[in-house]
């Protein structure tokens, strides 16, 4: 897809999104958190079709401190922006790539089902492998479910704008990740979306 149709695309899937209101623009309102609280005050008020690219480069690390509403309702902002200015974006995108990524501990849950399914635990009595596998998961499910908190709450139009993205910056800026990187995120789960 080209860029151009790429933007628009995003650009119509978002376009009737809501500001998520004051309250639930970061993760955290306790007041104790520095990071959220400024965060908090920058995007207070603001429609992410109205963000200045220079407002976006100054905060890009508002993206770790959003709530998911305000995840998504925020997104278009940062994928346009990484999309129109890439070489200007500094590390956006990388980050976009990282917080659209299923969290890798998903993989534990392959490996476990590989285990079982083959019976390895069997051949090697000797390392416990419901322990291994009962303290990976504590971990690994409240990162899944934080993951997919977030993504459940984009339409599938919006889901689709975003596998484009990805497999636009895979297709365009691939030699920029070390370890391929949008690609993952893509097999890990926005390939239904194809």
């Known amino acids: 897809m080209k860029k151009i149709?790429?933007?628009?695309?995003?650009?119509?899937?978002?376009?009737?999104?809501?500001?998520?209101g004051d309250d639930k623009l970061v993760y955290d309102n306790s007041g104790k958190h520095l990071e959220c609280l400024e965060t908090k005050e920058l995007f207070k008020n603001k429609k992410w079709n109205d963000l200045p690219n220079t407002f976006l480069l100054?905060?890009?690390?508002?993206?770790?401190?959003?709530?998911k509403e305000s995840f998504k309702y925020y997104l278009p902002a940062y994928l346009i922006f990484s999309l129109e200015n890439y070489e200007e974006?500094?590390?956006?995108?990388?980050n976009l790539v990282y917080l659209l990524t299923?969290?890798?501990?998903?993989?534990?849950i392959v490996v476990a089902n590989a285990i079982?399914?083959?019976?390895?635990?069997k051949i090697m009595g000797d390392i416990d492998f419901n322990e291994?596998?009962?303290?990976?998961?504590?971990?690994?499910?409240?990162?899944?479910?934080?993951?997919?908190?977030?993504?459940?709450?984009?339409?599938?139009?919006?889901?689709?704008?975003?596998?484009?993205?990805?497999?636009?910056?895979?297709?365009e800026h691939s030699?920029?990740?070390?370890?391929?990187?949008?690609?993952?995120?893509?097999d890990r789960y926005w390939f239904i979306y194809a």
Request: no cysteine; glycine share 0%.
């Open 102 to 108: 299923l969290p890798s501990e998903a993989d534990t």
């Open 5 to 20: 149709d790429l933007i628009l695309k995003i650009k119509q899937a978002f376009d009737l999104e809501k500001y998520p």
């Open 58 to 67: 100054e905060a890009s690390t508002s993206l770790n401190f959003f709530s």
């Open 132 to 171: 291994i596998l009962q303290n990976n998961l504590k971990s690994t499910n409240k990162l899944i479910h934080l993951f997919f908190e977030k993504v459940n709450l984009f339409t599938v139009e919006q889901r689709e704008a975003i596998l484009q993205f990805l497999k636009y910056i895979d297709e």
């Open 175 to 186: 030699d920029d990740y070390f370890n391929n990187e949008p690609k993952i995120a893509i």
């Open 116 to 121: 079982k399914k083959h019976k390895i635990d």
């Open 89 to 94: 974006s500094d590390d956006i995108p990388n």
